[in-house]
């Protein structure tokens, strides 16, 4: 520890002497990217995919694409080499940024000559390289670079949910995992080496890792550790000071609780992303450390001009701006509305067997907006009401319901969460719904095994009481969304997106999407298009705040009663020291 706080002390006086700056260029580098970038490369793919009248990308079309659709794939391979490219540059102009301070020589011009100049020595089969080194240190690369572009980069929540379910995936998981972190401590000296020295990456991969081999990288990891302890205890208590005073100020008279409520959370907001530059800017220190002067330099003689610290100001004051007026607005209590409560499966909080008639009869005391359920096809082309594609963890039965007549189907009892009840027929599911006044969102489960005319035979049978009850429907099936939509054009229909990496992009009438790499860019176009978004599955608090704070119209979820007690929280009257609360529950960690 005495070597870190060593290196600490001389980091944090480079960080003190050109403060203003290094926060200037992170946050002009963030703004570029947050408001530039990943809406114009968002806006490529939509573009690209419509050019190919191709209305979304998933496991069920990405065969077809690359196929049949080559300039498409063209087209989204060359917008990916850009996006790399882009991601190595924000590394190149931060890199040299940082290193030009700590040497006392920065000036904007010279930083952006020298950026380029390192720009130019990548080569374009450098990138291929490059892919794979973002997805090596992506685990550990929030303790060094925070960019809304590798933030963007999410494992989908459903995903990891399925691994945990199984003790032989989640070990292959772990052991994973372990590994992609070992390669990439192995490998964090190689995009330095290739922009300060303007090395092709395979030699920067070579040389990173023989500068960690027998057990060098050990310090600089612990000096890592310690910085990201370090940062996240000063965060802890400066939010903490924050709650305390408005705890104080709650006791004063209308108006100032409000007034100070907003100052205090644009002083909250302006903190958080200073800690978040003050990490960044400490951590690639750390890892430049060998580009540093061999001795501390003394800062601070010369002068300032208007032409050096003019843009960092105004760069400063605009996001004090729009701190504030976003502070102004989460107060207003005008910017968050009521989403739909959808009770994932028909159960709240294991209160019964899934996708079970006795399981809803219980849910609809938490009157929930609406009950999500599962339909597959049988055998004799009828419709069962069950999620999974095999029976066994249910009830025992190694088969798929497709293999099954309704009869056998519902002969069987399943069994979960301490409860048992039989496995219900769609018509018993909907005549119960029916009698209970409880609008369905019904998930229409497809395979390769079901009938040609299922959707037609479906509509044909249930169309009618689906639109009398008010119910909706979604499905994974694009297909069978279309088929549904021009078979019953009133009926509402949603398709289900379990990733996002575009615009909103199809002729459904709205988006089941889940939550992990669901944000406010995709709900906003949805809305311009006047189709609404659900999110699923929100069952933890955090999760369920960022959704609403997002204005998603439908919440998807295991957990009723918590996403209930939030929504009451957030739409409701609640004291300021509250509603403060419940913000700092959406900052970055």
Known sequence: MPAFWSAFKRHRQIFRAHWLTFVAVSYGLDLLIQFLVIPSFKFATTWILQAGEIPFVSYQNVVTILTHHPLVVIALFLELLALLWVIYAQFTLLLIAVRQLARDRFDWRNWLGESWASLTHMRLGSLAFLLGYLILILPISNLIFKTPLL????????????????????????????????????????????????????????????????????????????????????????????????????????????????????????????????????????????????????????????????????????????????ASTYFSGHSLTRPLTIAHRGVVNGNGV??????????????????????????????????????????GVNQAPYQLTLRQLTALTAKENGHQAPVASFDQYLKAAQQLHQPLLVEIKTTPHDSADMIQRFNQRYGATLL??????????????????????????????????????????????????????????????????????????????????????????????????????????????????????????
């Open 354 to 395: 899934q996708n079970t008639i006795p399981a809803l009869k219980k849910t609809t005391h938490f009157h929930p907006d609406f009950v999500e359920m599962d339909v597959h096809e049988t055998k004799d082309h009828q419709f069962v009401v069950m999620h999974d594609e095999n029976l066994r963890a249910l009830t």
């Open 468 to 589: 009398a009850q008010h119910d909706r429907v979604h499905s994974l099936d694009y297909t069978a969304v279309r088929q549904l939509q021009r078979a019953n054009p009133a009926l509402t229909v949603y398709y289900i997106q379990p990733y996002n990496f575009t615009f909103p992009n199809s002729a459904a009438d709205g988006y089941s999407m889940e939550y992990s790499t669901l944000n406010q860019d995709f709900i906003t176009q949805a809305h311009r298009q006047h189709k609404p978004v659900l999110a699923w599955d929100a069952n933890e608090p955090a999760v369920i705040k960022q959704l609403i704070f997002d204005h998603a119209d439908g919440l998807i979820t295991d957990n009723l009663t918590t996403v209930q007690a939030q929504i009451k929280a957030l739409t409701g009257h609640q004291s300021y020291l509250n509603q403060l609360a419940n913000f700092l529950d959406l900052l970055p960690n």
């Open 151 to 326: 933030a963007k980069v999410k494992v989908p929540a459903f995903i990891l949910d399925y691994l945990t379910r199984n003790g032989w995936l989640i070990s292959g998981a772990v052991l994973g995992y372990v590994v992609i972190l070992a390669f990439g401590v192995r490998l964090l000296y190689t995009l330095p080496t290739m922009v300060y020295h303007h090395a092709p990456t395979k030699a920067a991969f070579i040389n990173s890792w023989q500068r960690t081999a027998h057990g060098q990288w050990g310090p600089l990891v612990k000096q890592l550790l310690a910085l990201a302890v370090l940062t996240t205890l000063v965060s802890f208590l400066f939010y903490l000071t924050s709650l305390v005073a408005q705890a104080g100020f709650d006791l004063l008279p209308t108006p100032w609780p409000h007034h100070l409520a907003t100052a205090n959370l644009t002083l909250v907001q302006l903190g958080s992303e200073f800690l978040i530059v003050w990490q960044t800017i400490l951590s690639l220190l750390i890892l430049i450390a060998d580009e540093l002067p061999p001795h501390p330099l003394s800062f601070g003689h010369r002068r300032a001009t208007w032409r050096q610290w003019g843009l960092p100001v105004a760069l400063i004051a605009l996001f004090t701006l729009a701190a504030a007026a976003n």
